[in-house]
């Protein structure tokens, strides 16, 4: 790839109509910089810097969710909850700064950091044709980082520090080794654009179309009048320009359908995708075990697969957007960073690469660990009785089947109650010999957790606060392995070609669930549920957040129910497992060994 160049600051900038500086609650604010692109389009960003003519370094973001958009304003309902739940996010900051998934200059700026805030491309208060992950927006984050870099303000050195969206275009960007990213935290930020945010499995998720409607298009650079208003400027948040919806949909993509539009893994999903082997700036890596259908799986890939070799993981629990402000996730990143960006002495050196929260039915206990997967790790096969819905580490002896309805409720495998607690961290993997009666099968592979008396026992996930431990996900048609990524416990499918059924025809399907983490008590069972659509808790609620379609069901906004992508008539049929002598189904999960 050829260097990208970042473009000098614009001798006209100080006369800028849009801009004005100001010192507010101890910070000097520049408001709306602009920052000019290759392609002549501006950039717009707000600064937040203390009020003096040193240099910092500066933690940046650059993403669409309108940077005059308060948390208050744009996610009340997780805000809401977080506030009274955390008391610690609020405390020390007057909150009038806090955006949605980007941190609080307030908590920043008195540590001696510059934060900056950039607008994407046709979103905010920055115009422009809105194209979510491409390579334009990937170079726009290059030239925003070597701008800031050589601004009067910065020291020269850029650190990266967000969350979801602010997370995945880190790995993307770092990609491109921007010459002042000196350091980055990507917290619960995916990284294959493929297999972790649009088709798990090769099936279409239907998350982005959705999230575009709800989290995008609502902030779009243009909406004007129409717009909402920033509580802190009274500026208008979606730029001071009031287009008409014709106007507006012409600087969008139609994401959803350009999504549907690349059934496999092609060049459409690669530019969107992390290059691990460019990626050799130092980072920390924080996941979610409750992450499953987006972020979880790319940050422990992230620190697997990354050419770095200064890199970290850190997994925890909770909401997906909660530990990244609470004092546990500020004083984390603030170590990292203390530490890359301003050279502290604070022991990170000797900080072990990977950190853990691990999971209880009551809480989270911290460990640390050295490597991912975990050394000790004893991967035990638990085999799926077809004849008796078991799931025992002794493989039964005779051929078996069981079928069930593909838009049904599946079948669901248990073991024993476990003799003593039993500790279950890290990937795993199911393999089957499956047929259908039709030219393909969509396969929900979810882990679940039953008390003694066979109740489930559900998680509050990233976004669901009824979440399975965990879950994986795949169609028979993408069923063709990657021989050199795969793992026995972390299978790799390449996703470049179909593979159809033929009715009735037995295939070997390798299924990767996603991570996890849980402690089992002594009494209760393991339940693996096999099924041909998403999973519903049997417990609903009734739970929603305001910025989702859907209720929370289990699976939280990450679902598969496009019926372009999944017809009936393909989808809508009879799925059968199969063992014989050959291949008897099982699960692989990473058990945990005491210490």
């Not at 717009?44 to 003519?53: E, H, L, N, T």
């Not at 744009?74 to 909150?95: E, F, L, R």
């Not at 298009?217 to 014709?246: F, M």
């Not at 993997?429 to 003694?452: C, E, G, N, Q, Y």
């Amino acid at each position: 790839m050829n260097q990208i160049v970042a473009t000098p600051p614009s001798a006209g900038a100080t006369t800028d109509p849009m801009m004005r500086s100001e010192v507010r609650d101890g910070m000097r604010i520049d408001w709306d910089v602009h920052i000019p692109m290759d392609d002549g389009i501006v950039l717009r960003a707000d600064v937040f810097r203390p009020d003096d003519d040193s240099q910092y370094p500066v933690i940046m973001t650059y993403g669409p969710y309108a940077k005059g958009l308060a948390f208050q304003d744009g996610y009340p309902s997780a805000w809401n909850k977080m506030a009274a739940d955390h008391p610690d996010v609020t405390a020390g900051s007057t909150n009038k700064y806090q955006n949605w998934e980007v941190v609080d200059p307030e908590k920043w700026v008195p540590a001696g950091y510059a934060v900056v805030r950039v607008d994407s491309r046709g979103c905010g208060r920055s115009p422009g044709y809105v194209d979510h992950f491409s390579a334009r927006e990937t170079r726009d984050f290059y030239q925003c980082i070597e701008w800031a870099a050589v601004q009067p303000w910065c020291d020269g050195k850029i650190g990266l520090n967000g969350v979801s969206y602010y997370g995945i275009n880190q790995w993307q960007v770092a990609s491109l080794q921007p010459p002042s990213l000196v350091a980055m935290c990507i917290w619960e930020g995916a990284s294959d654009f493929y297999r972790d945010m649009s088709h798990h499995g090769g099936i279409l998720s239907t998350f982005w179309a959705n999230w575009y409607d709800m989290q995008v298009k609502t902030v779009q650079y243009g909406l004007g009048e129409n717009g909402p208003r920033s509580r802190v400027t009274g500026d208008l948040v979606c730029g001071p320009d009031t287009l008409t919806e014709q106007e507006l949909t012409q600087n969008r993509c139609r994401f959803g359908d350009e999504i549907f539009a690349h059934p496999l893994d092609d060049e459409y999903h690669r530019v969107r995708t992390a290059q691990w082997d460019k990626i050799k700036v130092p980072f920390l890596s924080a996941g979610n075990w409750g992450g499953q259908g987006l972020h979880l799986r790319g940050n422990v890939e992230g620190f697997v697969r990354a050419a770095s070799d200064r890199k970290w993981l850190e997994m925890h629990g909770l909401e997906h957007w909660t530990e990244f402000y609470t004092d546990y996730g500020v004083a984390l990143q603030r170590r990292f960073f203390d530490h890359f960006l301003k050279g502290a002495d604070n022991g990170w050196d000797d900080q072990p690469r990977v950190q853990l929260q691990v999971r209880r039915i009551d809480g989270f206990e911290p460990r640390m660990e050295n490597e991912w997967p975990l050394a000790r790790t004893e991967w035990t096969r638990f085999y799926l009785d077809l004849e008796n819905a078991g799931l025992t580490c002794e493989q039964p002896a005779s051929p078996m089947a069981v079928s069930f309805e593909a838009l049904g409720d599946g079948v669901t495998f248990m073991t024993e109650p476990f003799a003593e607690d039993t500790e279950i961290t890290g990937p795993s993997s199911l393999k089957m010999l499956v047929s259908s009666s039709t030219a393909d099968a969509d396969i929900f592979a979810v882990l679940r957790l039953f008390d003694p008396d066979g109740g489930e026992i559900v998680f509050q996930g990233a976004i669901d606060p009824h979440a399975p431990l965990t879950q994986g996900w795949l169609r028979a048609s993408h069923r063709k392995l990657d021989p050199h990524l795969s793992e026995p416990y972390r299978p790799y499918h390449t996703h470049d070609e179909v593979q159809p059924l033929e009715p009735g025809q037995q295939v070997d399907l390798d299924v990767e669930l996603w991570p996890t983490s849980i402690v089992v008590p002594k009494g209760h069972r393991i339940g693996l549920t096999v099924r041909g659509s998403d999973y519903e808790t049997s417990r609903p609620t009734g739970a929603r957040l305001g910025h989702f379609k859907n209720e929370l069901k289990g699976c939280g906004p990450f679902i598969h129910d496009d019926p372009r992508d999944r017809p009936a008539d393909v989808f809508g049929g009879t799925t059968t497992l199969h063992g014989d002598d050959r291949l008897m189904p099982h699960i692989l999960l990473p058990v945990i060994p005491h210490r």
